[in-house]
């Protein structure tokens, strides 16, 4: 198989599971010795990320243990990484219901979001007090869409709309946004 290419990590937590998942599943599964492992740490960290580990180098054990360690505490702390969803989703700005390549956007970080609650540091992302500010983030003429879709959903499926129906929402008009013939 052809080697895979590791995003190098500047210390964006939102970044860090992504390059951790990578970067163990490409090097550690090849390299065993922990300063090798630490190099290519080393090599694919830049900024803040690669400041705080490169003293690293200077310890005689577990010197690649060491970084992952200040890497995730420093990056990789779920409850932050969590707030800081969060803080994106509140921060976004106002996307057009004509705007395909916003809706695509906002869709894409909304499956970002739904990913980490799997992991349980979101469970939040269900409730009516997360969904709706991100319903007044798009086009006033896409408020009345949701009402409808959260109504249908009410009725057939006999319970309230959750996260996954938003994206499921934002996906359907990011397509009706993107299609060449209609739109």
């Given at each position: 198989?052809?080697?895979v290419?590791?995003?190098?990590?500047?210390a964006?937590?939102?970044?860090?599971?992504?390059?951790?998942?990578?970067?163990k599943?490409t090097?550690?599964?090849?390299?065993?010795d922990?300063?090798?492992?630490l190099?290519?740490?080393?090599?694919?960290?830049?900024?803040?990320?690669?400041?705080l580990?490169t003293?690293?180098?200077?310890?005689?054990?577990?010197?690649?243990?060491?970084?992952?360690?200040?890497?995730t505490?420093?990056?990789?702390?779920?409850?932050?990484i969590?707030?800081?969803?969060?803080?994106?989703?509140?921060?976004?700005?106002?996307v057009?219901?004509t705007?395909?390549e916003?809706?695509?956007?906002?869709?894409?970080?909304?499956?970002k979001?739904?990913t980490?609650?799997?992991?349980?540091?979101?469970?939040?992302?269900d409730?009516?007090?997360?969904?709706?500010?991100?319903?007044?983030?798009?086009h006033h003429?896409?408020?009345d869409?949701?009402?409808?879709?959260?109504?249908?959903?009410?009725r057939?499926?006999?319970?309230?709309?959750?996260?996954?129906?938003?994206?499921?929402?934002v996906?359907?008009?990011?397509?009706?946004?993107a299609?060449?013939?209609?739109?």
């Open positions: 198989a052809p080697t290419d590791i995003d190098c990590f500047s964006n937590p939102l970044d860090f599971q992504y390059f951790m998942l990578t970067f599943n090097v550690e599964s090849t390299v065993t922990q300063r090798g492992r190099m290519r740490l080393l090599q694919y960290t830049s900024g803040n990320a690669k400041d580990i003293h690293c180098v200077h310890e005689k054990f577990a010197c690649y243990d060491k970084a992952v360690n200040l890497l505490t420093k990056s990789g702390d779920p409850d932050k969590a707030e800081l969803y969060l803080r994106e989703l509140r921060e976004w700005s106002i057009k219901a705007d395909a916003g809706l695509e956007k906002l869709h894409r970080f909304l499956i979001c739904e980490h609650k799997k992991t349980g540091h979101l469970p939040k992302l409730s009516t007090s997360t969904i709706r500010p991100i319903i007044l983030k798009l003429s896409l408020h869409k949701w009402n409808v879709n959260v109504e249908k959903i009410k057939s499926k006999e319970r309230k709309a959750k996260f996954q129906d938003l994206i499921q929402f996906d359907f008009h990011a397509s009706l946004a299609n060449p013939c209609y739109s």
